[in-house]
């Protein structure tokens, strides 16, 4: 059986210090306008880093007419920008805003996980450059994780697409200020 890669994000050690979106950044030079990963506040204090899901059955590669998207075996879905036409249809589609144009190229692109990393056995950038631990990827066969959740406050649950993460439940944090 094949690995099936996803996301492991844990909001209640996130910190919000984006350091996975500079590495994203980094690691793959996209302009200043792109967000491959971006992290939200969803509330005071709790945030959510989030780029494309890796869905079982992503709307991106369904609406794609050049058939630019394609899955691996590994369950990452990978984007061929010299099919891409740019008529944007995944980006309109995708209830995750992954998928991201570019003006300046008339192009799609999008997270894809940082495969050519992980086919060196190395993990993305954003999950190599998460200081507290929140950010983690694991095979969704084998998740040893019986913990985690689908889905938790601020994250768009798509039952269609089959989004390609697990979270851990959000604690609910108590905060004492002193008199």
Not at 6 to 26: K, S, T, V
Not at 110 to 115: E, I, K, S
Request: net charge positive; proline share 8%.
């Amino acid at each position: 059986m094949f690995k099936r890669m996803g996301f492991l994000f844990n909001p209640n050690l996130c910190i919000g210090c984006r350091a996975c979106e500079m590495a994203c950044r980094n690691e793959n030079h996209t302009p200043s306008h792109i967000h491959w990963r971006h992290v939200q506040e969803i509330a005071p204090g709790t945030y959510l880093s989030m780029a494309c899901n890796h869905c079982d059955s992503p709307e991106c590669f369904r609406v794609c007419p050049e058939r630019a998207f394609t899955k691996r075996k590994d369950g990452i879905v990978e984007i061929d920008s010299t099919l891409c036409n740019g008529c944007q249809l995944c980006v309109t589609s995708c209830p995750y805003q992954a998928p991201q144009y570019d003006p300046q190229s008339n192009k799609v692109t999008r997270c894809q996980m940082c495969y050519p990393r992980q086919d060196h056995g190395l993990p993305p950038a954003c999950v190599e450059a998460c200081t507290t631990g929140a950010l983690t990827i694991t095979d969704l066969n084998n998740a040893p994780h019986p913990e985690t959740v689908k889905f938790v406050t601020g994250f768009t649950d798509r039952k269609l697409t089959k989004p390609s993460i697990l979270f851990y439940p959000l604690r609910e944090i108590k905060r004492y200020f002193a008199k």
